[in-house]
Structure formats: C-alpha cells, structure tokens
C-alpha cells in the first residue's frame, strides 16, 4: 500500500503524550502526534492515534477481502443468505474510509 502518512509502526511515549515513530529502540524517535492530555479520554486518543497505521492496513485488506468474496460467492448464494447488503456495505464503509485517511475524500 502506497502511503502519504509516516509509515508504521507508531507507538506511545514514555509519557503518553505523544506519539511517535522510529526504526529502531534507540534515539532519535520523532513524533508523529502530540496529545492533548488535560482531557479524559486522553489516553484512549493515544492508543487509537498509535494504531492508526495498523487500523488503515486493515481496513484495507477487510475492505479487498469483502469485494472479492462477493465476486466468488453466487448471486443466488447471496441472496439466499441475506450477506449481500452487508458485505456491499461493510465494504463500502471500508473503501470510504481509507479514502478519507488517504486525503482523496472528506
């Protein structure tokens, strides 16, 4: 997957108030995000913020997995089973998303 982001894995600080990215264990780390922590849900921010890199990769394969099982699976099979508008939406949702995270929608 061709990015524009800084590329994963991003973790928290030692502090939690920011989150960064480096190659390696050892100095420089650079940060990626700082954290606004005079919330409560402060925290919570920060681990999402850190797993971004790894929600976008799956999002992307679910999204890829979806389309294609809908391309394998009988029109018949689908509509018997009532998947077909759950997996057209969950893969819709899917697609929007990476879009957004991507800068190519709002």
Same mark, same amino acid.
């Given at each position: 997957?061709?990015?524009?982001?800084?590329?994963?894995?991003?973790? /928290?600080?030692?502090?939690?108030?920011?989150?960064?990215?480096?190659?390696?264990?050892?100095?420089?780390?650079?940060?990626?995000?700082?954290?606004?922590?005079?919330?409560?849900?402060?925290?919570?921010?920060?681990?999402?913020?850190?797993?971004?890199?790894? /929600?976008?990769?799956?999002?992307?394969?679910?999204?890829?997995?979806?389309?294609?099982?809908?391309?394998?699976?009988?029109?018949?099979?689908?509509?018997?089973?009532?998947?077909?508008?759950?997996? /057209?939406?969950?893969?819709?949702?899917?697609?929007?998303?990476?879009?957004?995270?991507?800068?190519?929608?709002?």
């Amino acid at each position: 997957m061709i990015t524009k982001h800084t590329p994963g894995p991003w973790h /928290l600080s030692r502090s939690g108030q920011y989150v960064r990215k480096n190659d390696t264990a050892d100095w420089p780390a650079w940060n990626v995000a700082e954290i606004n922590t005079a919330t409560e849900a402060w925290e919570a921010n920060a681990r999402l913020i850190a797993a971004a890199p790894d /929600l976008l990769a799956a999002c992307a394969a679910l999204a890829a997995l979806t389309r294609d099982l809908l391309k394998l699976v009988t029109a018949e099979q689908i509509t018997q089973s009532g998947l077909e508008r759950r997996m /057209l939406t969950v893969s819709e949702q899917g697609f929007n998303a990476l879009s957004k995270a991507r800068g190519e929608s709002s």
